[in-house]
């Protein structure tokens, strides 16, 4: 559909709307109120997946204060919004920024693809609580990477940080498991002791009491991947109490998947709480016709009475450490005890093939990139497939793997290619599945913008609207940005947050649904989106005709002891 086509139908449905009464475009308008700032005269997309409809919005004090017509002269400011899409700021409601915040608050590739909140805190790991061996490893690794100081070890400690350095977007997180697991009782692969156990779900409660929005857990990395289903169930019984979310990357996302779901499930039902899977996927091809199986498992579980909630990034590839690849036991007990296992000729014919069968899986080496390096020695092989890495080093695969995050003491990043585009769009449009971009705020310049990053930390929600709505018609323009909004919102419990609705945040994003695209790939990932013109954050312009204005109007976001997140 061209540009012309695209905005003719939606301001034709746009005004429909408008002739069906004006009731709806009223709501808020006042005789005799200032705005700080009017939206005007574009199609409103009000997040809760209704008909789009013309309207102007006016914003003042942080609010959305009325929707409807709004005389120009009543404004301090007016963006024309003629032929351009206004909705709620969209919810990463997967991020992995953290402590990126701290070393570059404007938050670029998150917020100029329209994105005002962050979820983070996921797959087990979060930058709090620390015990004080973690405390010295994250101060000297920190100082050493960065430059930056790391003076907490809790929440509180964690996110009054932020506060005090002011952030472009609003930040949220999670208390991962793995790292409450690692605080208590190591890196081991064992049960907790009673009292290691007790350990665990007293600092659980402490972050559930500073604002973590619930439980996350990373099952395929270590320590997570050690605990019980039914160590899992009673920390997230203490997570529950005040209203706290469960996040799992699941114990398996390609040949026990369907294990792993019901795993997750199970958790879910027996704590009771809420669920929210990550980045819902299936690896390798003799794994994708269960598809059907797995979705009807959410649908069962949906249709009993369960809360939850699924995410998912626009990509048949995932970014992870090349660690991954290697079995649970050789990573056991952290970096140390690895590379002294990769180095061991003791373990060689288990390790071989163990990544035999990833090969298998994979179908070829040229399916693996190297993202990521620590050194500058071999930042060259960023952006190379090991297979071509492999090959330039005069070494097989195995060895070219094993000797690189030995040298790297497994500080290697990667981007896989493990999916199918038929798989990834039928759990993309299902209507519990949200946009997570599984990446983090970074830039094309500074400290940040080391390695060749995924893709999807620079273009997922441009790539959702353009690619899957706009050119595929995977689902409405409206549905989708509900998916993005207000359904997030709801789930993770978000006060005034996800729509436009008169008193909610001005959280706001006003993109052209006819131009915006991602522009990022995986040989050139650092690019910003096209056609997202403005961003509002807490009512302040973050975003203006697609440049960052420098404005850093974020606020903390923390969930209190009902539940709510404000």
């Known amino acids: 559909m061209d540009r012309r086509s695209f905005l003719r139908r939606s301001l034709k449905t746009a005004a429909a709307v408008t002739a069906a009464g004006p009731g709806l475009l ?68 997967h991020d992995h920024t953290d402590i990126g915040l701290l070393i570059n608050p404007k938050a670029e590739s998150a917020v100029r693809q329209g994105v005002t909140t962050l979820v983070s805190g996921q797959c087990g790991g979060s930058p709090f609580p620390l015990s004080d061996r973690e405390f010295e490893e994250a101060r000297r690794s920190a100082a ?65 009491a500073g604002g973590a929005l619930g439980l996350s857990s990373g099952l395929e990395y270590t320590p997570g991947s050690f605990a019980a289903t039914e160590e899992l169930i009673e920390l997230c019984r203490v997570a529950a109490r005040t209203g706290g979310l469960y996040a799992t990357h699941m114990r398996d996302e390609e040949g026990r998947v369907l294990e792993a779901v019901d795993e997750a499930l199970r958790i879910s039902r027996e704590a009771p709480v809420r669920l929210q899977i990550s980045h819902l996927k299936i690896g390798f091809a003799e794994n994708w016709p269960k598809i059907d199986a797995l979705l009807a498992k959410i649908d069962e579980a949906r249709a009993e009475g369960l809360d939850l909630h699924a995410d998912r990034y626009p990509y048949i590839a995932g970014a992870t450490s090349l660690s991954i690849l290697f079995p649970l036991w050789a990573r056991e007990g952290g970096t140390e005890r690895f590379v002294a296992r990769l180095e061991d000729p003791a373990h060689d014919a288990r390790l071989r093939a163990h990544l035999a069968e990833q090969e298998r899986g994979y179908g070829s080496w040229d399916r693996i990139l190297i993202s990521e390096v620590g050194s500058d020695k071999n930042r060259g092989l960023e952006g ?59 830039a094309p310049y500074g400290p940040l913008s080391q390695g060749r990053p995924h893709p999807r930390f620079y273009g997922t929600f441009p790539r959702v609207l353009g690619k899957y709505v706009r050119e595929e018609k995977l689902v409405p323009l409206e549905e989708m940005i509900r998916k993005m909004t207000a359904m997030p919102a709801a789930h993770l419990g978000f006060v005034r947050r996800g729509q436009i609705k008169v008193g909610w945040a001005a959280d706001l994003c006003v993109f052209d649904p006819a131009r915006i695209i991602d522009k990022a790939t995986f040989q050139e990932p650092a690019v910003y989106p096209e056609g997202v013109e403005k961003v509002l954050v807490n009512g302040h312009v973050v975003v203006d005709s697609g440049e960052h204005t420098g404005k850093l109007a974020g606020r903390v976001l923390r969930k209190n002891e009902r539940g709510a997140v404000a």
């Open 144 to 208: 050493d990477e960065y430059g930056l100081d790391v003076d907490w070890r809790d929440i509180g400690g964690f996110l009054g940080r932020i506060e005090r350095a002011g952030t472009a977007i609003n930040y949220s997180t999670f208390v991962g498991h793995g790292t409450v697991r690692g605080a208590a009782m190591g890196l081991d692969d064992r049960l907790p002791s009673a009292a290691e156990l007790e350990r665990m779900k007293a600092l659980v409660a402490e972050s559930m």
């Open 384 to 442: 190379k497939s090991v297979l071509e890495a492999a090959a330039g080093a005069g070494k097989a695969p195995f060895e070219f793997m094993r000797d690189l995050l030995i040298e790297e003491s497994e500080r290697v990043g990667m981007v896989a290619f493990y999916g199918r585009e038929d798989v990834l769009k039928r759990i993309l449009a299902h209507p519990l599945v949200g946009v997570g971009a599984d990446g983090g705020a970074v």
């Open 26 to 93: 009223l709501q808020g308008c006042r005789t005799g109120t200032d705005f700080d700032l009017v939206i005007a005269g574009g199609t409103v997309f009000d997040g809760t997946g209704g008909a789009p409809f013309r309207a102007d919005v006016g914003v003042s004090g942080g609010a959305v204060r009325a929707v409807g017509k709004i005389r120009r002269s009543r404004a301090a400011a007016v963006v024309e919004a003629e032929g351009l899409a206004v909705s709620p700021g969209f919810i990463d409601v």
